[in-house]
């Protein structure tokens, strides 16, 4: 088969952690997928963002790899106060219990109006505990929690659907951690819900 007729492959997105430093020197916690490209992370934040002001500001961030789905779902249920230690080799922050990190620099910016690309060299990497991999309703977490990310986008039938069926996940294979960000991010829906309906009006 020509190469000219071959489709081209999707690039993998790998959902992590990223810590970013604001502008009071505080340790920023949020949830990216991030992709790899030509050597470099590519980290493409919306605008506007906090991390990526951050990200432009300081030109370092750290990436942290964890199977600890509270992280992911506490970024987006006002719960970012986790504990830190700070990175070897950047100015910034490694979270405490990750399985890894890698500490970044800021090498390229290619700027857009929606969603500009940043591409951050590795200048550091550690390996601190093995990866067991996820299990089925981290994986469902993880799910929810980019659904939750996109609230604002999507019709609240999408979330629901996908709430029936990410459940049986839950059901089946939760364990405390997982029980305990799947309800913070159900509260969210909840609240997002009743804001729509009216229902949080005084």
Known sequence: MSLHNQQKQPEMIYETIVTTVDAQGQPHVAPFGIRERNGLVLIAPFKPSSSLDNFLRERTAVLNLTDDVRVFAGAFTARRNWQVRKAYHVAGFVLEGVLAHREL???????????????????????????????????????????????????????????????????????????EAWGWLIERIDNHKAAISGENQA
């Not at 591409?119 to 390996?127: G, Q, S």
């Open 105 to 179: 620099e800021l090498v390229e910016v290619k700027d857009d109006g929606l969603r500009p690309e940043l591409y951050f060299r590795v200048v550091h990497e550690a390996t601190h505990a093995p990866f067991r991999g996820f299990n089925r309703a981290q994986a469902a977490v993880v799910e929810l929690a980019v659904l939750v990310s996109r609230l604002h986008m999507l019709p609240i039938e999408k979330i629901e659907a996908e709430i029936t069926y990410l459940e049986i996940a839950i059901k089946k294979t939760a364990g405390e951690r997982e029980l």
